[in-house]
Antibody, heavy 120, light 107 residues
Framework: QVQLQASGPGLVKPSETLSLTCTVS????????WTWIRQPPGKGLEWIGY???????NYNPSLDSRVTISVDRSKNQFSLKLRSVTAADTAVYYC??????????????WGKGTTVTVSS | DIQMTQSPSTLSASVGARVTITCRAS??????LAWYQQKPGKAPKLLIYDASRLDSGVPSRFSGSGSGTEFTLTISSLQPDDFATYYC?????????FGQGTKVEIK
C-alpha cells in the first residue's frame, strides 16, 4: 500500500527558503506525477506544482518565480523549495500523487500534510 | 486561470437527507473535474474523478455529474461520516484550481 509522508522544518523565517521532502513508501516513485498542494489556515486548497518521475515539472504561475520541485528516484522522494517566503506562505503543505493514465491530473493519494509557519 | 465556484458555501442537513453541491467553472473544462472530501485536521480524500467516476472504495451513495461548466456532487443518503468539507478541482488546463469548499454540517 503506497503511502506519502511529508517532512521538513515547521518554522521558517521570512525571506528564507522553505524546504520540504515527500517520501513515497510501499511503491515506486518511478511512475505517475507527484504534486504539492498547500492550505493556509482556515482557507482552501492551492496547487503549487508537480514533478514527473523523469524530472519534468509544471508550476502554478502565481508561485513560479519562487518554486522548485525535484525528484530523487534513488531515495523514492520528491521535494519542494519555496524561496523568499512571507507570512502568506504559512500553510499546511500536502504532497500527493496524480492518478494513472492519460490526463489523470486529479490527486488520488495524499500525504497527511505538514504545517509550516513563517515567522521571525 | 479558470475560477471554480461552489454553492452553497455551507449546507445544513440531517442524516438520511439527499444533498447536492454545485461547482461552476468560469470556462468549459469538458469532464476534467474531481471532487474531494476533507475532514478537520485531515488530508483531502478523492471521491470522484472525470466528473462522474467513483474512486475505488468510495461508497455508492456518492455520485457526480456534469460537463462543460456546471457539475454536481450528490450524496443520496447522508451518513454521519459524511459531515465534512467538499472541494471540486478542475484539471483541464494549468494551473489546476479548486473551488472554495462546501461545508456540510449536521442539522
Amino acid at each position: 500500500q503506497v503511502q506519502l509522508q511529508a517532512s521538513g522544518p515547521g518554522l521558517v523565517k521570512p525571506s528564507e527558503t522553505l524546504s520540504l521532502t515527500c517520501t513515497v513508501s510501499g511503491g515506486s516513485i518511478g511512475t505517475n506525477y507527484w504534486t504539492w498542494i498547500r492550505q493556509p489556515p482556515g482557507k482552501g486548497l492551492e496547487w503549487i506544482g508537480y514533478v514527473y518521475y523523469i524530472g519534468s515539472t509544471n508550476y502554478n504561475p502565481s508561485l513560479d518565480s519562487r518554486v522548485t520541485i525535484s525528484v530523487d528516484r534513488s531515495k523514492n522522494q520528491f521535494s519542494l523549495k519555496l524561496r523568499s517566503v512571507t507570512a502568506a506562505d504559512t500553510a499546511v503543505y500536502y504532497c500527493a500523487r496524480h492518478g494513472s493514465g492519460s490526463w489523470a491530473y486529479y490527486m488520488d493519494l495524499w500525504g497527511k500534510g505538514t504545517t509550516v509557519t513563517v515567522s521571525s | 486561470d479558470i475560477q471554480m465556484t461552489q454553492s452553497p458555501s455551507t449546507l445544513s442537513a440531517s442524516v438520511g437527507a439527499r444533498v447536492t453541491i454545485t461547482c461552476r467553472a468560469s470556462q468549459r473544462i469538458s469532464s476534467w473535474l474531481a471532487w474531494y472530501q476533507q475532514k478537520p485536521g485531515k488530508a483531502p480524500k478523492l471521491l470522484i474523478y472525470d466528473a462522474s467516476r467513483l474512486d475505488s472504495g468510495v461508497p455508492s451513495r456518492f455520485s457526480g455529474s456534469g460537463s462543460g461548466t456546471e457539475f454536481t456532487l450528490t450524496i443520496s443518503s447522508l451518513q454521519p461520516d459524511d459531515f465534512a468539507t467538499y472541494y471540486c478541482q478542475h484539471y483541464n488546463s494549468y494551473p489546476w484550481t479548486f473551488g472554495q469548499g462546501t461545508k456540510v454540517e449536521i442539522k
